[in-house]
């Protein structure tokens, strides 16, 4: 299990186990934590399990692929560095402490 720290936009923290090889958005979604919608349940194609990566994680995380970049696009407020689809990144040793913010609201 890797420790992941989800922190909602009102500042509330939810640090939880991830088990390796599920995606930071399952994460979430199996610990109910809000903030993450998931509509399309990971295929990339809703952009509602955005969130802005802490900038001390930015260059560790995987490179986007060219799908994640396009449909950020439609993510609420994205930022070109720290932005993510959560569902497009599976938790692997690395990621152990890795820091996330929920926007405001997704799309
Ligand atoms: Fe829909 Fe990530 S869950 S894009």
């Known amino acids: 299990m890797i420790k992941i720290t989800y922190v909602?936009?009102?500042?509330?923290?939810h640090v939880v186990?991830?088990?390796r090889g599920a995606t930071?958005?399952?994460g979430a979604r199996d610990n109910g934590i809000p903030g993450i919608e998931a509509?399309?349940?990971g295929a990339c194609s809703c952009a509602t399990c955005h969130v802005y990566v802490d900038p001390s994680w930015?260059?560790?995380l995987p490179p986007k692929e060219a799908m994640e970049n396009d449909m950020l696009d439609f993510a609420?407020?994205?930022d070109p560095v720290r932005s993510r689809l959560t569902c497009q990144i599976r938790v692997n040793d690395?990621?152990?402490g890795l820091?996330?913010?929920m926007p405001e609201k997704q799309v």
Do not use: A, T, Y
């Open 76 to 78: 609420f407020e994205p």
């Open 39 to 41: 509509d399309c349940g």
């Open 24 to 26: 930071i958005m399952e």
């Open 94 to 96: 690395g990621l152990e």
């Open 99 to 101: 820091v996330l913010r």
């Open 8 to 13: 909602e936009h009102n500042g509330r923290e």
């Open 17 to 19: 186990d991830v088990p």
């Open 58 to 60: 930015v260059g560790k």
